[in-house]
């Protein structure tokens, strides 16, 4: 019989009980570092190995989210689907690390809508035709297969996150799911600065797996088995193609940077020079520059091997004979110092050099033959150029474009390439406001005579500095184009064929390249026939492996429905933010990495801040939209004119109040949901349809990513306004 009273549980009870919720939290803290964590290293380590995701990187993402939201919708993970997770992640990282091997890194692209540079394989003309009937179907067979290997590869990681989700309350759990990710992203960023290796990375996350698979010694022992394969020289060192001398192959050291794998060759020295005379840089398995010594004493010596170097010295000296004897000279694109080298040996008092990766910059320091970067002559600026045009206060004589082509784009969350911005008709406007009187601007790229990029570079130049540049032909490293632009454009050389009245003749056709276009290497305001038959295929199979797993009336109710067009939208949001901010600070991987650290803060913050204070979330839709509205029409790059400190304040609160107030509404949503697991997945399903309407960009310009948020959140304030309708009946 009850006495009425409330039976207290004891001491022992109690400290059991927060026992487990301590362990609990701890392990959903290391499930969600494991989910972004990975989800970075795989973008990351399959873009570099199978160059296709270097220019498809969205997907991957878009392959995570599914895998993830999927694992965490399924909620506890089924045994057999944990226990298989070590060959899950063998198959997918020892496919990634053996590509070139399998002959995977450079697979042709169906189509000619997307410029991709890279080494590609020679086939004989037979095999030629064969693969031109074969090579789509085979394309559209493996890149979505190996989306795919993806998505199996993160359902038990979502699985774990969704598991340890249910047994905390929503926000608390969530906030927790929040500063996982959130330590994931910093351990990563913290590997990238560090320019460690893959095996590096995957070691890390296998080790902070450990507590999940620790009374399995069997996947240990695969993990471990892993990572010792991914660590060996044979294996980091693999590429699908090979540079010889001789007969024999160079020999090569492989480096990791923020942005790239760099693979360093070395030329033998010829016989009686002390040194070598040049060495090969690829990044990503692709050619990307070379080190040259064009010092006066090797090439008096004019030997026979010296052939790369006597090339190189006719295109490094050609912007000198436009502009003879520059005062303060601007290289953007400096990277190991050819460039650099080139001004001192024609005089300029000082050489400002900017090179966005660092990696390139110690390896000039280190190996070559001129040094010119330890020169007093010479600073030296680690930065994206844009950011730089919008710093400076210099004027320069002379401002050379350097091959800047950077085979990667700077985000995940965006389909633009790392470069997209430099060639613009707004960057090429501020790099006119930086020539002294009578200046000159020379740019190089390897585009070839009859590309759409020369045509779209001649026009936009003609666009910004109001006529057209004088253009010549070189073929230099194959494809070669200068254009000249300033002072110097009215002198003539006569030993490369000037074809600017040819490109002239194209304006009909040309596309001119812009802050809200920039997209240099796409033909035509289209979404590629890759990317549209990729994105089908891989949604086809997504929502075959949903409905087999989940019933899709299960999680179509209105609360799911608006949490689905939240992750939408926010997706289509962080993306915009992104990429915009990074025309005020750059485009370089620290920027990259603090936005989006940042956005996970602000719902952190949101989140908290609806633990502790009832916030109306209708006040939170109106502020939203209000932001939303006003970023139509006030861009991020409107507040490069303010001072330093201001303009950085000023954009970071303008980016991060929609995400805050994003944040706010996800919250008090997923305050009430019955399954943490099942409502965070859902989000993450959205951010799926988020990330893949993001190629909309190469449609209608970045412009369109704020119309398309707007309308997501509208969507998911009317799935609200539903589910508040059948909760009154």
């Not at 740019?443 to 006529?467: M, P, V, Y």
């Not at 990429?579 to 989140?607: C, P």
């Not at 109040?657 to 993450?684: H, K």
């Amino acid at each position: 019989m009850s006495s009425g009273r409330r039976v207290l549980p004891s001491p022992e009870a109690r400290s059991n009980r927060a026992g487990s919720s301590a362990r609990n939290i701890l392990m959903l803290f290391l499930a969600s570092f494991l989910a972004l964590y990975f989800e970075l290293v795989v973008i990351r380590y399959l873009s570099t190995e199978i160059r296709i995701f270097a220019y498809l990187k969205n997907l991957a993402l878009v392959a995570s989210f599914f895998g993830i939201g999927l694992g965490m919708i399924l909620g506890d993970s089924p045994k057999t689907l944990k226990r298989l997770f070590p060959l899950f992640a063998a198959l997918l990282f020892l496919l990634v690390a053996f590509a070139p091997v399998l002959h995977l890194t450079h697979l042709p692209v169906p189509g000619q809508q997307y410029e991709i540079f890279g080494h590609t394989p020679t086939l004989s003309p037979g095999w030629a035709a064969i693969w031109f009937f074969l090579g789509p179907w085979v394309f559209f067979a493996i890149v979505p297969a190996i989306l795919y290997v993806v998505v199996i590869f993160f359902l038990p990681i979502g699985g774990l996150v969704g598991q340890r989700l249910a047994l905390l309350e929503p926000l608390p759990g969530y906030g927790w799911n929040l500063a996982g990710s959130l330590a994931g992203i910093l351990a990563f960023t913290a590997l990238s600065f560090s320019s460690a290796p893959p095996a590096v990375w995957i070691f890390l996350g296998m080790a902070v797996a450990i507590p999940f698979f620790f009374r399995e010694r069997w996947a240990l022992a695969v993990l471990a088995l892993l990572v010792c394969v991914l660590a060996l020289p044979s294996v980091r060192n693999l590429r699908d193609h090979n540079y010889d001398s001789g007969g024999h192959s160079l020999p090569q050291q492989t480096l990791w940077s923020p942005y790239y794998r760099i693979t360093f060759l070395e030329v033998p020295p010829p016989p009686g020079w002390p040194r070598p005379p040049a060495y090969l840089v690829d990044v990503n398995h692709d050619y990307h520059q070379k080190i040259l010594d064009l010092s006066p004493e090797f090439m008096a010596r004019d030997l026979p091997s010296a052939e790369l170097n006597r090339e190189g010295l006719a295109a490094y000296t050609l912007p000198y004979r436009f502009a003879p004897h520059p005062g303060r000279v601007l290289m953007v694109g400096a990277g190991t110092g050819n460039d650099v080298a080139a001004a001192l040996r024609h005089g300029a008092t000082h050489v400002d050099a900017v090179e966005i990766d660092p990696s390139l910059v110690r390896l000039g320091r280190k190996y070559h033959p001129e040094h010119p970067y330890d020169s007093p002559r010479v600073s030296v600026f680690v930065n994206d150029a844009r950011a730089f045009f919008k710093r400076t206060q210099q004027k320069y004589d002379l401002i050379v474009f350097g091959f800047l082509d950077s085979h990667t784009m700077f985000s995940s969350l965006s389909v633009l390439r790392l470069d997209d911005y430099v060639y613009t008709m707004e960057s090429f406007g501020e790099a006119k406001s930086l020539l002294a009187p009578n200046g000159t601007a020379v740019l190089a790229f390897d585009s070839g005579r009859t590309s759409f990029i020369t045509d779209r570079i001649f026009f936009t130049l003609t666009r910004a500095f109001g006529n057209a540049p004088t253009a010549y032909y070189t073929g230099y490293d194959g494809a070669g184009v200068v254009f000249v632009e300033g002072n110097g454009s009215e002198s003539k050389v006569g030993d490369y064929p000037e074809i600017s009245d040819e490109l002239k003749s194209h304006q009909a056709t040309a596309i001119v390249s812009t802050d809200h276009w920039p997209f240099l290497y796409l033909q035509s305001r289209t979404i590629p026939i890759p990317v549209i038959g990729v994105v089908i295929l891989f949604l086809t199979f997504s929502l075959g492996l949903l409905r087999r797993r989940v019933p899709i009336q299960n999680i179509a109710s209105p609360q799911n429905l608006h949490l689905f067009w939240l992750g939408a939208g926010f997706m289509l949001l962080e993306t915009k933010a992104v990429t915009e901010l990074s025309l005020l600070f750059g485009s370089t991987w620290i920027v990259n990495a603090v936005v989006i650290t940042a956005f996970l803060v602000m719902g952190l913050l949101a989140n908290t801040l609806m633990i502790f204070r009832q916030v109306s979330i209708r006040l939170s839709y109106i502020l939203l939209f209000a932001l939303l509205g006003l970023d139509l029409f006030l861009t991020y790059s409107g507040f490069a004119a303010l001072p330093g400190g201001i303009r950085v304040v000023t954009a970071a609160v303008f980016a991060a109040l929609p995400i805050f107030f994003s944040g706010l509404i996800f919250s008090r949503a997923f305050r009430d949901v019955a399954q943490p697991g099942e409502a965070l997945g859902v989000n993450l399903m959205g951010a799926v349809i988020g990330g893949t309407l993001e190629n909309s960009v190469m449609l209608g310009g970045t412009p369109v990513l704020g119309v398309l948020a707007i309308l997501l959140y509208f969507l998911s304030a009317l799935s609200l306004r539903r589910r508040r309708s059948v909760a009154t009946v």
